[in-house]
């Protein structure tokens, strides 16, 4: 489990750190909100025909959640490479607690580190390479995880979210 940080001097020396943003704010045009409103009436509309009502209910959160997130602007988040494990934010992953990572790199539109945790309950970390020289990344990462040569692409549940610019 990641560990809130309260010391940053037990963190290890710092090998790579850059800002990102916490999550990727999409542009969204009225058409957008017209599609999406029509298809969320629609969701909850057979939920609620074929007597689902949990369905219906997931439906209209995830359009609460949607909408709240699109009024408000995501952080800066602070992501460190260190010699004892990986921070982001005020959240650090020591190595141990890390699987493997991998590098999708496809500029203009995907540039990102995926690091995955050996716990089935943490979810992938996706951390957005930026300007970042990824041959450089690659090469501290290898220290101190093994990398995943066999992926090559991200998962298809980010490019859905990116696709329908719901995350």
């Excluded at 704010?25 to 609620?48: C, D, F, K, P, S």
Aim: net charge negative.
């Amino acid at each position: 489990m990641p560990q809130l940080i309260k010391d940053i001097a037990s963190l290890g020396q710092v090998l790579h750190e850059w800002s990102i943003l916490e999550y990727e704010q999409h542009e969204r045009n009225t058409a957008w909100y017209v599609i999406m409103g029509v298809l969320g009436v629609g969701l909850v509309t057979y939920a609620l025909l074929t007597g689902n009502f949990l369905f219906a209910l997931i439906v209209v959160l995830f359009a609460i959640i949607l909408f709240l997130q699109s009024h408000q602007s995501p952080r800066n988040v602070l992501f460190q490479i260190t010699d004892l494990g990986v921070v982001v934010g005020s959240r650090f992953y020591p190595y141990s607690e890390l699987n493997n990572f991998y590098v999708v790199y496809n500029p203009p539109e995907v540039k990102n580190l995926f690091i995955s945790c050996k716990s089935t309950w943490r979810p992938l970390l996706r951390i957005p390479l930026l300007d970042k020289n990824p041959v450089e990344v690659k090469y501290s990462l290898r220290e101190f995880l093994t990398e995943d040569l066999e992926k090559e692409d991200e998962p298809m549940s980010e490019k859905i979210g990116r696709n329908w610019r719901i995350h």
